[in-house]
């Protein structure tokens, strides 16, 4: 198994510009979640997935969209991209039945907007 | 929004020393986890927590849930300079909900 996948591992965006940040899974998980990491703030859940078709936001949602149409892949679009946008951004995943907050993290991208 | 109060921000000790490290909230969380990240890689999970009072090991790892449910700490024994990274907690207040809430870690740096 290659666990969490992302793509890219870097990327430098100009103010405005759109992307979408990939990620992918191989352990038949239901939940999935993106996270930001700013130093000295820790991670921050941006948006979360509780299986294929369900979304739901979370601490820091605005400027992100996400969608979930298969349970392997849940992408996350910066429609319209911000200096503040500028982070490391994880995916993780975990199984969602019993111990469904043992979260696998994916090792991240690294975005800088302009 | 919601935060969990991690201490300390960073260490810089001795090889083979102890260390002990905490996380505090305001409010109530079901699940702590304890996670390890080195540079340039994701999160890694050391130790779950799932009840209040659990004493739970891993290794030289142990942490514990503490019985108010409103703090866990984290004890690394006899350090070795692999034990460099970040270490954060992370709490979830309802159960499968797939939404942590991370401290915001604690630097160790281990002098050989």
């Known amino acids: 198994n290659a666990g969490v996948t992302q793509t890219p591992k870097f990327q430098v965006l100009k103010t405005g510009q759109s992307m979408t940040l990939q990620c992918a899974q191989d352990?038949?998980?239901?939940?999935m979640s993106w996270y930001r990491q700013d130093p000295g703030m820790g991670l921050r859940l941006i948006h979360y997935?509780?299986?294929?078709?369900?979304?739901d936001q979370g601490e820091v949602p605005n400027g992100y969209n996400v969608s979930r149409s298969t349970t392997e892949d849940f992408p996350l679009r910066l429609l319209s991209a911000a200096p503040s946008q500028t982070s490391v951004y994880f995916c993780a995943s975990s199984p969602g039945t019993g111990r469904s907050d043992t979260q696998y993290f994916g090792p991240g991208t690294r975005l800088t907007v302009l | 929004g919601q935060q969990l109060n991690q201490s300390p921000q960073s260490m810089f000790i001795q090889e083979g020393e102890d260390v002990s490290m905490n996380c505090t909230s305001s409010?109530?969380?079901?699940?702590w986890l304890w996670y390890k990240q080195e540079p340039g890689e994701g999160p890694v999970l050391l130790i779950a927590l799932y009840k209040a009072g659990e004493l739970t090991s891993n290794g030289r790892l142990t942490a514990q849930f503490g019985i108010t449910r409103k703090d866990s700490f984290l004890n690394i024994s006899a350090s070795i300079p692999s034990d460099v990274g970040i270490y954060f907690c992370?709490?979830?207040?309802?159960?499968?909900?797939?939404?942590?809430?991370f401290g915001q870690g604690t630097t160790l740096q281990v002098k050989p």
């Open positions: 409010s109530i969380f079901n699940t």
């Open positions: 992370a709490g979830q207040r309802s159960s499968n909900t797939g939404k942590l809430i």
């Open positions: 352990m038949n998980h239901e939940y």
């Open positions: 997935s509780v299986g294929a078709g369900i979304t």
